[in-house]
């Protein structure tokens, strides 16, 4: 009952917030959705669209005149013909449904030709009005811009491309441009464009008919078929999109391009502060940002490709010049907040010299951005579909199994295992079909090339940045670094990546980046140090990556080696940890896992940098590749003086808390074994996963430098401190030993069930491979600490034999055809090792019938070992080994708290 005519008129009533808009349509344009039995208030201009339709029509006959007739005199009554059309029609041609319904359909089918298509421009722009060229322009680059988001993907995308084509061509001309591009609207309109609506189910069915996935072999040829098409049609969009974006980079309209630019970054950056975090920010906005991304970066490497690529790179004066020019600076720099940053370094920004914007740092500053609010995470989202693709075809798989073995009288359980089957079929079919899509779109090689191009050119711009300058440059050109390079190994083929023209020099620029910043103090984000550490535990969990860290220039080897250990114990030395164990993994004695745990990714919990937190980091697991180098590096800094001991002594202390954590949570486990919450048994993973390793630091120290782990009392250089750490090592094993017996010996049924990474055996390989590289290569020292460890209060020999000969034993048991746990050789180390035991044991056992010592020659602190060091002055004495441990943490004498000013041997009196 609306009623209509003249004096009513109807306007929406909305209440809008800050900075949003609605366009409400009762049908001034041709509706995108129609909707059955409803029609526009407006009505529909049907004697217009005739007549202009009827005009066209001569239009196009004259234009085919012109091309194939091109004489002065068709020129010229040509031209007379044209002027008189348009001057009935000129006014018509801003009508939304004309352009509609006539106009677009005109230019892209009747006007393909370059030329034909050129001289209706030309028309246009001759025979109107200013205020008719410029209706006309604005509503036909919005029409073709509404047209081409609605578009559905096809195989053929003929529309869309001819669509984008249009709006090329309108761009290119210099009078349309400027029409389009000072529109109020051209950043809304230019997003449409930059849209690819993908296929629904019922049209993702007929796109890729047939799905597959692993296991399932039977369409493998025709899927991979469709997904051929979908990249090809893919491809051809992209490159349109690329083409756009070439001429706005580089044509006259620049300026006002990244102005858009900036305010659309703005907006995101605004709905990022109010929804708290940029992994809110809608899926939408993710595409178009991703789109963009492709297509700047495309344009870019296309533009320059004439260019030195060293020379493509944001020169630092952008954003360390005095006005300080550079787009968004209230985010964070790399040494801290900027405004703080501008009154602690004036005097440095007061001596920098005045510079104009550099448009290509500007563009290049604006596409890190952009990857580094949503590029990044919608690559991760569409990488994690894609593994819940292989999630569901492997319970599949699993349920399949069950019906194959299930006893057919059990109908009832086979009744529900179909129907199980039946809703997980479903499911792995409809992913398997949308995985089809994302790896084409969004995970193709094009946009790991595009990815690889920015990525090299990030690194170029923060190489070259030196002294104060690097502490202005934003946070995000770190951030974007890392995650493009967490994107190449967590979201592409790994093959596809190293069989890269590309790749050789992308790793030999990262392994120089991390050996740069790995630990660089002027790097004040505890989140960035943290990115920084993770990226380096993937970076040499490679082996072409880890063989371009190796292959660095000695000084940045050194630098790598040299901030890793010097910051072990200021930074988190969990990923460290995990960083230098990678450069043993495969020497370390029987420090090898299953065939079928390596090429997977698996995601390992960790300590958070802040106490009380963790986090996950997702490790695709390879064979061991160690580093021989690395290792000799390491074996040097250990060799300098003092720094084994202190190095070692760090270590002792972080493996004896993760010990205690993982005894602590087991206990718990154990005690309420149907009540504890998932917290408890994560951490009891975490702290186990963290023991083996700390375990096999001991284990890679001990093969590398023995003599800083067991001391020996007649060498020439006696190192007192190698007397505490042979202290902590007995300790160590005996705790070990006794602490964990009946889960190293017994295989607790209930831990090992439930946790089936926890594996005992790695505990008691690590302990051994301590024992075994001692004795490989430094038999004399293994005496001494045998020799230590059997006089130790609480050793007990039949445990510690059994604790060794699990290792043999268990290791060979596991064994399998392709795997053996334990090698043949290392079986003969363990033997040898424990016949040196006894061989120890005896000969203990003799001399202490020999030779009894009074008990008041006794040390009074340990009542072990004799006295053999008296202090000064106060002329207390006790063993030496007690005095020195003494000495490693007080200078104060144990019994009356004099200072300690010297200590002088017993029998020899030397100090």
Known sequence: NVKTGTGYAYFPAVSLSFEEHIRVNFGDRPFNYKVEGYEPIQEYPAEKIYCVDQYLVSINNILKINLNSPKTNNLYYSQISMAHIFDKIGHLLGNPYIIHSLLVPFITEKCQLPELRTKFFEAIISFLDDWELNHFVDELFHTVALISYCCIYSNQPTHKIQLLQLAIDMLANSEFSDIIVNSPLFGHRFMLFLHFKGPDGQLLSSVVPHAWWPGNEEHKESFDHATKNIYGAIKQVEAMFAKMLEILISGRHLKKFLKYLNQFISHILAVAVSLSNLRNIPIHQQAFMSNL????????????????????????????????????????????????????????????????????????????????????????????????????????????EKIKNCPPEETEVLEDLKQCEAVLEKDTITTSRMTAWIKTVILSENRMNDIIWMLRTLLRSVDVVEGDAFIFMPEFYMMAILNMYRALQECFPQKALVKHRQAPALFRELAHFFAKHICNPQIKSIDVKDHILQSSVIFVNYPQTLQALERLPETDCDLFMSSIVASYSKTNYVHLSRMLIRFWKGHGFAYRDPPEYYNKRHEVLLPGVLAGTACYMSVYEIEPNPSVKY?????????????????????????????????????????????????????????????????????????????????????????????????????????????????????????????????????????????????????FLTEIFLNKLISERGFDMIVFQNFINATKTVGQKRSRDDFEYISVSEVAEVDALLSKLEDVHRNMMVESRQSTIADEDLCPICYDRPMSSVFKPCGHSSCRACITMHLYNSKECFFCKTAIESVEGIDDKTS
């Open 293 to 400: 991304f492709l297509a700047i970066s495309r344009s870019l490497a296309e533009n320059t490709n004439h260019m030195s690529s060293s020379r493509i790179f944001i020169r630092p004066a952008y954003y360390t010049t005095r006005n300080m020019q550079c787009d968004f600076s209230e985010l964070p720099r790399v040494g801290g907040n900027h405004s703080h940053l501008k009154k602690e370094f004036k005097d440095f920004l007061a001596n920098l010299e005045e510079t104009e914007i550099d448009d290509m740092s500007h563009i290049l500053n604006n596409t890190a951005l952009l990857f580094h609010l949503g590029v990044y995470r919608r690559l991760l989202s569409a990488d994690l579909f894609c593994r819940e693709m292989t999630d569901h075809a492997a319970h599949l798989q699993a349920v399949q």
């Open 631 to 779: 290792q000799n590096l390491f074996s040097t800094f250990l060799a300098k003086e003092g720094n084994g001991a202190k190095f070692t002594n760090i270590v002792f202390n972080q493996l004896n808390s993760c010990l205690t954590e993982f005894m602590n949570s087991r206990k718990d486990i154990r005690k309420n074994q149907s009540s504890y919450t998932s917290l408890v048994e994560r951490s009891c993973l975490m702290w186990y996963d963290l023991t083996i390793i700390l375990v096999r630091f001991l284990e890679m120290i001990t093969a590398l430098s023995p003599q800083i782990m067991v001391a020996n009392p007649d060498a020439m250089m006696y190192d007192p401190t190698s007397e505490i750490n042979m202290e902590r090592l007995v300790q160590l094993v005996i705790q070990i030993m006794n602490r964990n017996k009946q889960l190293a010996l017994t295989e607790d049924t209930f831990i090992i069930q439930r946790f089936s990474t926890i594996d005992i055996l790695k505990l008691n390989c690590s302990v051994t491979g301590i024992l075994v590289h001692l004795n490989r290569n430094a038999p």
